[in-house]
Nanobody, 122 residues
């Protein structure tokens, strides 16, 4: 089983950038896809981006294309989500997740981190 810990969130002004990290521990020798999701206050959790184990396959939420970049460094057991040109509507708790499939479906991920708060001020 893999355990995940997110970091890198914080308070940032609109137009700024953040790089979120997701550190994996435990059975990291097994291959797994990684996904990023977010949940804004009063809203349902939504998919943001996903990446396969090799990094060759990436999916993005349509509205995330161009501003969000997902990546991973398996040697460091860490995944990343770069967010540029941040907007107030990006304010949410961001979660990373691990699972066997590279998918936008949250129920396909079996392991979740605790989340990291991103707050964008206007």
């Amino acid at each position: 089983q893999v355990q995940l810990v997110e970091s890198g969130g914080g308070l940032v002004q609109a137009g700024g950038s953040l790089r979120l990290s997701c550190a994996a521990s435990g059975r990291t020798s097994s291959s797994y896809a990684m996904g990023w999701f977010r949940q804004a206050p009063g809203k349902e959790r939504e998919f943001v981006a996903a990446i396969s184990w090799s990094g060759s396959l990436k999916y993005y939420k349509d509205s995330a294309k161009g501003r969000f970049t997902i990546s991973r460094d398996n040697a460091k057991n860490t995944g990343y989500l770069q967010i540029d040109s941040l907007k107030p509507e990006d304010t949410a708790v961001y979660y990373c997740a691990a699972g066997p499939l590279t998918t936008m479906k949250s129920n396909e991920y079996h392991t979740w981190g605790q989340g990291t708060q991103v707050t964008v001020s206007s």
